[in-house]
């Protein structure tokens, strides 16, 4: 895809297909074998005698078509091992190494992999320390995304799906940082998310920011006490903005679990069963399987046009009585109406002011 434009390929893989790691996966076998065969097999002798000899010892990490080589043994060594790897990549694999991105550095100065920095420091007299943190780059991105979703365009949008698409980005962005010292850039992009909900919500009803808070703002019971959030009422409960600093910091294991697929570690593995995602979970009527069906039958029964404009584009269920004061769903309470005109509505997202 070029835009909105959909090219066709007639030889290679299209970037960012779903084989395609798995292809790299398959051809940089050979690469996993030559550094295996090589440096990673070596004994702790022979291991000893290298690094006696000035040598060093390299580890190579690889995922897919990214790989990292860390090497003890001095910037001199470091540049013979990448071309080294590099004649191996041109010879065997008739690939071409990115020398603009295969830069050799040192671990002290910091380098990105897989959208982490890794970095060690030495602070007085205490043994060096590994600092592990998202890229610059990683935070970017995030931005980026929340941008997109809280800009003009989007103020169509009901404030409890809203938080709840905030809420799933969030939630994976911090899941997978939550082995590395994540902890001062998770608080620092709480404030930044917790600020661009607030201009979204601010923008939308068009209101000052004092009727924001006192629609939006909600205590919030938390581990450690009770705090301010953005919330909404969602069903019986109500839904609050993630906030990323809440996932806990957990060291990795390192230790490998046995592979179920592996001959002789079938026995020794627990395979948790997967959990179904409930029918009955509540993220607004939109989403509702059976708010969807009442729809398609008021439809049917009432031309499929909006009940103020006639309009047939974009139609909502209008709850002609609020529920906050009694109305309920039942067929003579609700009425077509197109996003324009529902969003003119008194009681547009009423469930949403709270006392």
């Not at 790989?67 to 910037?75: E, F, I, R, S, V």
């Not at 938080?163 to 850039?185: D, E, M, P």
């Not at 909600?218 to 450690?224: G, P």
Request: glycine share 6%.
């Amino acid at each position: 895809m070029q835009g909105a434009l959909f090219q066709r390929t007639d030889i290679g893989t299209p970037q960012g297909a779903i084989c395609s790691p798995l292809l790299a996966n398959i051809y940089l076998h050979q690469l996993d074998m030559y550094w295996w065969n090589k440096y990673g097999s070596l004994d702790r002798k022979q291991k000893e005698k290298r690094r006696t000899q000035r040598l060093g010892n390299c580890a190579l990490i690889r995922y897919a078509d990214d790989w990292l080589l860390l090497t003890n043994g001095g910037k001199a060594e470091a540049l013979r091992l990448r071309e080294e790897f590099q004649t191996f990549l041109k010879e065997e694999l008739k690939l071409e190494l990115n020398m603009e991105k295969a830069r050799v550095t040192h671990v002290n100065n910091g380098f990105d992999f897989l959208g982490f920095h890794v970095r060690r420091y030495v602070s007085g007299h205490d043994k060096p320390k590994l600092l592990v943190t998202p890229t610059q780059e990683a935070k970017k991105r995030l931005k980026t995304k929340i941008k997109e979703m809280t800009n003009r365009k989007r103020f169509k949008d009901s404030p409890l799906l809203k938080i709840t698409a905030l809420n799933a980005v969030l939630r994976g962005w911090i899941g997978y940082y939550c082995h590395s010292n994540a902890q001062k850039t998770a608080k620092d992009l709480d404030f930044w998310v917790n600020e661009r909900l607030f201009l979204w919500l601010q923008k939308r009803h068009r209101l000052p920011p004092r009727r924001i808070m006192k629609m939006y703002k909600m205590r919030q019971v938390h581990k450690t006490g009770q705090r301010d959030n953005w919330g909404i009422r969602n069903g019986e409960d109500y839904l609050y903005l993630y906030r990323m600093s809440d996932k806990p910091i957990t060291k990795y294991r390192s230790r490998c679990l046995p592979n179920p697929y592996l001959k002789g570690e079938e026995s020794t593995i627990l395979i948790t069963p997967e959990v179904p995602i409930p029918d009955k979970v509540w993220l607004g009527n939109a989403l509702n399987d059976e708010w969807r069906e009442l729809k398609q039958e008021i439809k049917a029964k009432r031309s499929a046009k909006c009940a103020i404009c006639s309009s047939t584009d974009g139609l909502d269920l209008h709850h002609i009585k609020p529920r906050r004061t009694g109305g309920t769903d039942d067929k003579e309470n609700l009425q077509l109406l197109c996003r324009h005109c529902h969003a003119q509505t008194p009681s547009f997202g009423d469930h949403r002011r709270l006392q």
